[in-house]
């Protein structure tokens, strides 16, 4: 079974920066993706940003500039290195990966973007 291990979530003010890892249980090139996605209350859950296994990354036009999604291939870990933050980034964080129909995700972590 797939593991997916985020942490790095926490409160901070708009414009600050904040880092969000996320530990997976298996090497990352098995996966067609992974990357991480965020939820709101009362909303699906939606693509922030991802790798794909030739190392394309994709990022929602919301993030684009601000967010930077990279790896560390020996760890098995994917970040999210997010800077100035705004209030509307405030969301539960999820890391998602896909294998084949396969859909593995994190548990979340929280992020609150204070005004």
């Known amino acids: 079974q797939v593991r997916l291990v985020e942490s790095g979530g926490g409160l901070v003010q708009a414009g600050e920066s904040l880092t969000l890892s996320c530990v997976a249980s298996?090497?990352?090139?098995?996966?067609?993706?992974i990357g991480w996605y965020r939820q709101t209350p009362g909303n699906q859950r939606d693509l922030v940003a991802r790798?794909?296994?030739?190392?394309?990354?994709a990022y929602a036009d919301s993030v684009k500039g601000r967010f930077t999604v990279s790896r560390k291939i020996g760890a098995r870990t994917v970040y999210l290195q997010m800077s100035r933050l705004k209030v509307e980034d405030t969301a539960v964080y999820y890391c998602?990966?896909?294998?084949?129909?396969?859909?593995?995700w994190g548990q979340g972590t929280q992020v609150t973007v204070s005004s």
């Open positions: 998602r990966a896909r294998r084949g129909d396969s859909i593995y």
């Open positions: 298996e090497n990352l090139f098995t996966f067609n993706n």
């Open positions: 790798y794909d296994s030739s190392g394309n990354t």
